[in-house]
C-alpha cells in the first residue's frame, strides 16, 4: 500500500524510519546502527504462509534481526492456523507472535485470553499510518490486539495477455460479459479459467465477491455479521450467479473435478505455468507473487488483471483480507514479540516485502515507488485509495469453525456446491445450518 516515513511517536517510546524498537517500561529503545537491546533473545513467529511468502516474509524477520539483534524463528501453521496455535498453546510452546489471517481468529484468541493489547507505540502506529477499517478489524471489546501487516485485494482477475489477445477478448466490465469472454477463450484453444477448488478459501473469496456485487454492501455487513440468515434469497441468488460458472465444463478447466483437484499454487501454474491450460485465473492480488517467483512471469507484461466485474446492476467489488500480527500473553518472549509487531508497523518493514513482490501493505505512507511493477503500484493504490469503504474478506470475518477450517463449514459446502451446483437454495441451507451452529458456539 503505500507508507513513506514515519513521524515521531509519543509513548513510551520514539519510532523513526531508521526505527526505534522497544518494550513500553522496558529498557529502551533500539535503534538502528544502536544497541542491539534484544540481542541474545528469539522471536517465534507462527504464520499460514509458506513457498514464496515465507520466504518473502523472512526477509522482513530479517531485517528486524539485523536492526535490533534478536534472532527469529518461523513455524508455518498451514491453513489451520487457530487448531496448530491453540495445541502449541495448551503444549506449553506458544509462539510470540502469530499472523493470523481470519478476524474469526483474531476475535477467538481475544475471546480466550490469549492476547496482549498492542503496545502505545504500536497503536500511534496505527492511528498515524492506517485507515480506521484496519484499526476495526484488530480490535475486540475496545482493545487493539492486531496489526494489520499484510493485505490482500482480493477483486482481481488475473489473465494471460497472450491468451486474450488470442482469443480477440478485451478484459470484461459486468460478470455476464466475463464469462463471455471465458467462452471465446475456451474456443481459442484454452481453457477459460482455473479454479482453486482444492482450497476451500478459494471458493469463498468467488462468493464474496459475487454477493458484496450483487446484493449491496449492507446486506454483506449483515450476512459478515450473521445478522442475515444465509437461506436468504439473496444469498440464493449470488449462488445462482456463481453456479453458472461452476457448472459450464466449457470455461473451468478440467471441469468440477479438475477443480477440486487443484490446489492455489497449481491454479496460478495453470495459466502461467511452462505449459499454460487456462486464460484466466480469479484470486487476490498475491497472484502476482506466485506468477513471478514461481514461473518468471513479467508483471504487467506476461501477467496482467483486471478489476473483478460488476454482477447484475451492482458496483464492481473491492474485498480485501490481511494477515494481523498479535502478541501471545504465553509466548516465552512477548516483549520481544511486541517489539517485532512495533517494527511491523513501520513503512521500512513493508518495503522489504513491497520489493520482493507478491505483497501489498495497507499502511497508507509506505512509497509506493517501494513496490517492483506497475501492475502491484496500481493495486496497492486502489485498495489503499478505497479507505473505509473496502469489505473485510467476510469468511475471515466467521468463527473459525464456519469460515476458516479445512474440510468443514463454509468451505467444504462451497466445496460441494462446486461438484454439484444444481441446488442452490440447498446450499443456502446447509450453509445456514453450519453457521448457526458456529455463531453460537
Not at 30 to 59: I, M, P, R
Not at 180 to 189: I, L
Not at 232 to 241: F, G, K, M
Request: charged share 20%.
Amino acid at each position: 500500500m503505500m507508507r513513506r516515513r514515519t513521524t515521531l511517536l509519543t509513548g513510551c517510546t520514539t519510532l523513526t524510519l531508521a526505527l526505534a524498537v522497544t518494550a513500553c517500561g522496558g529498557s529502551g529503545p533500539v535503534t538502528a546502527g544502536g544497541d542491539k537491546a534484544l540481542g541474545g533473545q528469539t522471536v517465534t513467529v507462527a504464520g499460514v504462509w509458506s513457498g514464496t511468502e515465507q520466504e518473502n516474509f523472512q526477509k522482513v524477520l530479517d531485517a528486524f534481526t539485523e536492526k535490533t539483534g534478536a534472532e527469529t524463528s518461523f513455524v508455518s501453521t498451514g491453513d489451520n492456523v487457530s487448531t496448530v496455535v491453540g495445541s502449541k498453546i495448551e503444549g506449553g510452546n506458544a509462539p510470540d507472535v502469530v499472523m493470523v489471517p481470519q478476524v474469526g481468529v483474531l476475535k477467538q484468541f481475544a475471546g480466550q485470553g490469549w492476547l496482549e493489547p498492542l503496545s502505545p507505540t504500536a497503536r500511534k502506529s496505527v492511528d498515524t499510518h492506517f485507515a480506521d477499517v484496519w484499526k476495526t478489524y484488530g480490535t475486540v471489546d475496545g482493545s487493539l490486539y492486531g496489526l494489520y501487516f499484510k493485505a490482500a485485494h482480493k477483486s482481481t482477475v488475473w489473465y494471460s495477455p497472450e491468451a486474450l489477445t488470442q482469443a480477440g477478448v478485451e478484459p470484461p466490465t459486468t460478470y455476464d460479459e466475463m464469462l463471455e469472454a471465458g467462452r471465446t477463450v475456451s474456443d481459442s484453444g484454452l481453457a477459460a479459467f482455473s479454479v482453486a477448488g482444492q482450497d476451500g478459501w478459494t471458493l469463498t473469496d468467488w462468493f464474496e465477491n459475487v454477493y458484496l456485487s450483487q446484493a449491496g454492501p449492507e446486506k454483506y455487513d449483515a450476512l459478515a455479521a450473521h445478522e442475515l440468515k444465509w437461506t436468504d434469497p439473496s444469498v440464493v441468488e449470488a449462488l445462482t450467479t456463481l453456479g453458472k460458472l461452476f457448472k459450464d465444463k466449457q470455461l473451468i478447466q478440467g471441469g468440477q473435478k479438475g477443480a477440486l483437484n487443484t490446489d492455489f499454487p497449481g491454479s496460478v501454474e495453470k495459466v502461467f505455468g511452462p505449459k499454460p491450460e487456462a486464460g484466466m485465473v480469479y484470486e487476490g492480488d498475491f497472484v502476482a507473487g506466485v506468477a513471478k517467483d514461481q514461473f518468471g512471469r513479467e508483471i504487467g507484461k506476461d501477467a496482467n488483471f483486471f478489476p473483478f466485474p460488476a454482477v447484475g446492476g451492482g458496483k464492481a467489488p473491492v474485498v480485501s483480507g490481511g494477515d494481523a500480527a498479535v502478541v501471545l500473553k504465553d509466548g516465552k518472549n512477548a516483549k520481544a514479540g511486541m517489539a517485532l509487531v512495533e517494527y511491523l508497523a513501520t513503512p521500512e518493514a513493508a518495503a522489504v516485502w513491497a520489493e520482493a513482490g507478491g505483497f501489498l501493505s495497507p499502511n497508507k505512507s509506505l512509497d509506493p515507488a517501494s513496490y517492483g511493477d506497475d501492475v502491484s503500484r496500481a493495486t496497492a493504490k486502489s485498495l489503499v485509495g478505497a479507505g473505509d469503504a473496502v469489505r473485510f474478506d467476510m469468511s475471515d470475518q466467521a468463527p473459525a469453525a464456519f469460515g476458516g477450517t479445512k474440510g468443514t463449514g463454509e468451505w467444504k459446502l462451497l466445496q460441494d456446491f462446486l461438484r454439484d451446483p444444481s441446488d442452490p437454495k440447498g446450499t443456502a441451507a446447509k450453509l445456514e445450518a453450519a453457521a448457526a451452529k458456529a455463531y453460537k458456539g
